[in-house]
């Protein structure tokens, strides 16, 4: 019920009881009174009630869209359709977020490294706009959803599920000797579609010292395998290379410095150690993975 009707019953009954049914028939000065008690005390029931004093305007809607690169990943399907969800909106504001949160320009690319989704939710909150968030729902933070203004909602825009291995990690021990057989653990993960398995094969310096079978694995499913090879080398630097194989194809990339050999949905196909052999010692110094 309408803080306002709330407030006019409560005058009402309140005239009433002082005045008596009998002294309100009579009219006159009385009913003017009773009239006088029951708009005192509607508009002191109202305020208790923070009832409005106009009827509430519309709140514009903001957009929010995420332009993190995994928007983009594979193809420019899901960035483009992203972009036509939010033209549908009509929104007053439109906002992109990944690494920050910045105004929309037609310009704008997928690119950021991360997709962020708590500060533009807190701008949204403190504007008071209800926010629609367009996003493939790989987000940082999916729990900030939770705070979103009312009126606000998620477009999630999919990509299409895609059955992928990748090598994910790969770690040897930081000196060895040279000659001796060393344990090496590779990480491979599967696609949003899972992945049928396959096999991971490990060579230095080019020579073929080791191959794992990798069993299927569901949905972004993870698998730590470890493989035991013996590594020879000439002074100077060597490459230990991981490559993962499925259906008999060989992924092979380039390379970028990074701290880890992980992609996004099983896009890394291979990982490289670069290790320097030097008076009978093999030492890691760098780390590798696919651009």
Known sequence: MSP??????AGIVVAVIQ??????????STLLAAALRVLAVTLVVALLLDAPAARAKPVATWVALDASASMARGDSTVWRASRDSMRRVGAESV??????????????????QSSLLRPVVERAIGAGHPLVVVTDGELDDPDAARALPAGSRVVLVKHATQRDLAVATLEVPRAIVSGDTVEIKVGVAAGSGG????????SFEGKPVATAAVDSLPAFGERSLSVKARL???????????????????????????D??????ARVQECIEVVLVEAGFLERIGHWHPA
Do not use: N
């Not at 306002?4 to 019953?9: F, I, S």
């Not at 992945?195 to 490990?202: D, E, I, P, W």
């Open 4 to 9: 306002w009707l709330l407030a006019l019953a």
């Open 19 to 28: 005045y008596g049914w009998r002294d309100l028939r009579i009219g006159g």
């Open 95 to 112: 906002f992109v977020f990944g690494d920050s949160v910045r105004k929309f320009v037609d310009a704008a690319t997928p690119t950021d």
């Open 195 to 202: 992945a049928r398995g396959g096999s991971v094969t490990l």
């Open 232 to 258: 020879e080398g000439t002074i100077g630097a060597a490459l230990l290379r991981a490559v993962r194989i499925l259906d008999g194809i060989e992924g092979a990339r380039r390379f970028q410095h990074t």
């Open 260 to 265: 880890e050999c992980r992609g996004l949905e």
